[in-house]
């Protein structure tokens, strides 16, 4: 279905996230914006599109007395209608919105003690409930006591007549993204009004968006998929979205899927780990209460999409209705504003069989899904409109010739405008240029991978790459291997990485062992069996072993293994291990 006439009108003619809420505020006031669910189940706050509106422009009125444009503003938020409110007040003051947040770990203060840093913040958002306990934990840091706090969420309605509607184009910056830091300190992305709405019009192209969509998400909203995704794709169509905190899903899976089935949602997804986690949960009883027959896009992104993931869940859930074809494998980035490329809403997911050992040389050979060494890669879909992909050498900066992987290169109106205050940083990742051609400028994703008949396929980090005994090793690859080893270990959460051993690198594992089989395992029995599996299946020799406790492996704030950091963790011998193994030599 195309989007009717009334929905055309902000895709085309607004240009910025403003013009686009006030069309929705002026011409369908009533209509449901968002509704949030408490504990993933009970229907705990909602907002109209006129109630968005107004607490946007009341907060906004609010940081104009305070704060001059282009001024940076943290947004430390629990998921919640709150943080939409605030995260729009920035927009409509004009200054910008720094979604960040604070866990439950004194170690991340670390994190927003270099955001702060790096945005020169003054000023942050939260709720009442919150500020007490937030200014509790960073009044003793001496680079975030000197934060000012105001709270978002009993602001006086009469204040929005003291809003003024800022000067506003495309080109004006609307927030900082900061990178997740998967490989390395994370980095402010600096996303304009224009990079989201035309990010928007490319995921409304690529879903196949329309003005029945209903959009269901538990995404953490301080990142690019919860807040590109899950909060303004909504709010681009004008459609409704409804809300849960990642908590509610993690702690109990049923509750995304019930909340898709009680909404009729339509579009909704999350990384691997999510589709893994409801095979993984949800029982038979809890499957005769779902009817998924409305779902259309279950987009997969963020990390490695596995091909056993994808039948898993088709399998299990088609009684309830699903789908296989609305199974959508995608790739994007921060850098990107989101969305990259995506397959076709009516097609189910494309997987191709390519030999594993070619594949270690940059090679794509592809073979039956019977025969040897076969590895399955399941392709992220096509580019739609402007965008432009290309496969390029990462050191002689030329083409890839086909079946050879690469590193992904990137180029269209979705490019973010680099990174904040990082000039050098920007320069060597958006101004990338083909040596030979000329042809440029180009954003460095920094991911490798390979077009086939048009598909793209995400292979690993450039970064990440293990390179051992002359030969290329993904980490993905190991690490799926050591987890599928033993039922005691806990999925997605292990590293693969080199460490300097004598005069030579040397492989190391850690991994996760799941809660439920810590206080009674058996460590030599799951090391040997980690040892065997990585040992015939990737005929690599292993330097160490380290099982640690649930929840303790490094990761990002998107939940994606930071392998480096797991790396200085294992050398400095501050990893919370339970058992361990070395090599003698």
Same mark, same amino acid.
């Not at 170690?107 to 942050?124: D, F, V, W, Y």
């Not at 409930?129 to 009044?139: D, E, K």
């Given at each position: ?85 605030? &995260? ?58 000197? =934060? ?17 509607? !800022? ?59 919860? =807040? ?5 794709? !909504? ?194 990742? &958006? ?33 990440? =790459? ?24 806990? !999925? ?61 492996? !490094? ?31």
């Amino acid at each position: 279905m195309i989007l009717d006439d009334l929905s055309l009108k902000p895709a085309t003619e607004s240009s910025t996230v403003v013009e686009l809420l006030r069309y929705w505020a002026a011409v369908a006031p009533d209509r449901l914006a968002y509704k949030f669910l408490a504990e993933g189940e009970t229907e705990a706050g909602s907002l109209t599109y006129r109630e968005l509106d107004l607490q946007a422009q009341v907060i906004a009125a609010h940081l104009q007395c305070r704060c001059n444009p282009g001024d940076r503003v943290l947004l430390i938020y629990p998921s919640g209608l709150e943080f939409i409110t605030a &995260f729009l007040g920035c927009l409509y003051a004009g200054v910008l919105a720094v979604p960040a947040y604070l866990s439950r770990q004194n170690n991340h203060l670390s994190r927003l003690e270099a955001i702060a840093t790096s945005t020169q913040a003054t000023l942050a958002l939260t709720t009442n409930a919150l500020v007490g306990t937030l200014q509790q934990r960073v009044i003793t840091n001496p680079n975030l006591a000197f =934060l000012q706090w105001l709270t978002t969420d009993h602001l006086p309605s009469d204040r929005a007549n003291d809003w003024q509607e !800022p000067q506003l184009t495309r080109d004006t910056l609307a927030f900082l993204q900061y990178t997740s830091g998967s490989i390395g300190q994370p980095k402010g992305v600096m996303v304009s009004h224009g990079n989201l709405l035309e990010n928007e019009r490319l995921i409304q192209t690529a879903f196949a968006s329309d003005s029945e969509s209903v959009i269901v998400g538990w995404l953490p909203l301080f990142h690019d998929m919860g =807040l590109v995704g899950n909060v303004l794709h !909504p709010l681009y169509l004008g459609r409704p979205c409804i809300l849960m905190a990642p908590e509610a899903f993690l702690q109990k899976p049923f509750r995304w899927l019930q909340a898709i089935s009680r909404y009729k949602g339509t579009i909704s997804g999350g990384p691997n780990l999510a589709y893994d986690w409801c095979v993984r949960r949800i029982t038979a009883e809890q499957l005769e209460s779902l009817d998924l027959s409305h779902w259309q896009v279950a987009f997969s992104g963020a990390e490695p999409v596995r091909a056993e993931t994808l039948e898993r869940f088709a399998s299990k859930f088609q009684p309830c209705g699903f789908q296989r074809q609305a199974l959508y494998p995608c790739y994007g980035m921060a850098e990107t504003t989101l969305i990259v490329s995506g397959g076709l809403k009516t097609q189910p997911p494309v997987i191709y069989a390519v030999h594993g050992e070619a594949l270690e040389h940059h090679r794509v050979e592809p073979v039956t899904p019977t025969s040897p060494d076969c590895k399955l890669i399941v392709g992220c879909g096509r580019i739609w409109l402007e965008q432009k992909i290309m496969i390029v050498d990462p050191d002689n900066l030329t083409l890839c010739p086909p079946n050879q992987v690469g590193e992904i290169w990137v180029a269209g109106p979705s490019i973010t405008q680099g990174y904040w205050q990082q000039p050098l940083e920007t320069q060597a990742t &958006f101004c990338a240029y083909l040596a030979d051609t000329g042809e440029g400028p180009f954003l460095r994703t920094g991911d490798m991978g390979f077009l086939l008949d048009g598909e793209l396929c995400v292979t690993g980090r450039l970064k990440d =790459l293990i390179i051992l005994l002359g030969r290329n090793y993904y980490p993905q690859d190991i690490e799926l291997t050591v987890e599928q080893s033993h039922p005691a270990l806990r !999925p997605n959460c292990g590293a693969a990485f080199l460490v300097e051993s004598g005069d030579r690198e040397k492989l190391v594992l850690v991994q996760e062992v799941e809660r439920s089989h810590w206080r009674q395992l058996n460590a030599e029995e799951v090391i040997g069996k980690i040892r065997r599996a990585v040992t015939e299946d990737q005929g690599l020799p292993i330097h160490a072993v380290v099982l640690v406790k649930p929840t303790s492996i !490094p990761k990002t704030s998107s939940g994606k293994i930071q392998r480096r950091a797991c790396r200085a963790g294992f050398l400095a011998g501050s990893l919370e291990v339970i058992a361990e193994w070395r090599a003698n030599a």
